[in-house]
């Protein structure tokens, strides 16, 4: 089955306590990015993958990390969390970053950092 | 500044109802995308629209570029409609998002 697969689901932290969130497509699909919804603010990008090796910041990469060393894969890794993000996280793929194809999106992972 | 507003942001109706939720969107974008989050927070492609209009069992999109402006319908409403419908504009390097419409159906 073609998905994009987030791990945790669900995950409670103490601030600064480094943690990694995994994206993972089975679709072989070129461009992968990293979303977090909040109330009242919808979804922003955190950080989107045109390709292996390729990374850009989107609207609020402040505190996180993210690397593409295979086309497959796609962590977010927040080195030092802090409660401010407390969010929930969603990775979505594409075969081109032109979209006309759709995204498909993980099922989305709930951080709360206390 | 790429911009895509949504409305309404809230929307009650019975079961049976034809909906309508609209979506404007400023210079600069090139494409419009509607997706549903589900209660349970996951989020689904429904469409991607560049011109015209896309029909999927009970949606249907359409978009006038003229205007800027999208428009998702669903006939027939049922309660497992129910979610979070949200436009999304195709930017330069990324989606612009709009607010999200929640939509509940009342049996």
């Known amino acids: 089955e073609a998905q994009v697969t987030q791990n945790p689901r669900y995950l409670i932290t103490v601030t600064g306590k480094k943690l990694t969130v995994t994206c993972s497509q089975n679709?072989?699909?070129?461009?992968m990015s990293w979303y977090r919804q909040d109330p009242g603010l919808g979804l922003r990008q955190i950080y989107y993958s045109m390709n292996v090796e390729v990374t850009d910041k989107g609207d609020v990469p402040e505190g996180y990390k993210v690397s593409r060393k295979e086309k497959r894969n796609f962590p977010l890794i927040l080195e030092s969390p802090s409660p401010n993000q407390t969010s929930l996280y969603f990775c979505a793929s594409s075969p081109s970053r032109t979209g006309y194809y759709g995204y498909t999106f993980g099922s989305g992972t709930r951080l709360t950092v206390v | 500044k790429n911009e895509v507003e949504q409305s309404p942001q809230n929307l009650t109706a019975q079961e049976g109802e034809f909906i309508t939720i609209n979506c404007s969107y400023s210079v600069g974008i090139s494409a419009l995308h509607w997706l549903q989050q589900h209660p349970g927070g996951g989020i689904v492609s429904l469409f991607m629209l560049s011109s015209g209009k896309k029909k999927h069992g009970r949606l249907i999109a359409t978009i006038n570029i003229q205007e800027k402006h999208s428009s998702l319908h669903i006939t027939a409403s049922h309660p497992r409609d129910s979610a979070v419908y949200i436009c999304a504009g195709e930017g330069t390097y990324q989606l612009i998002w709009g607010a999200g419409t929640k939509l509940i159906i009342k049996p």
């Open positions: 679709m072989n699909h070129e461009y």
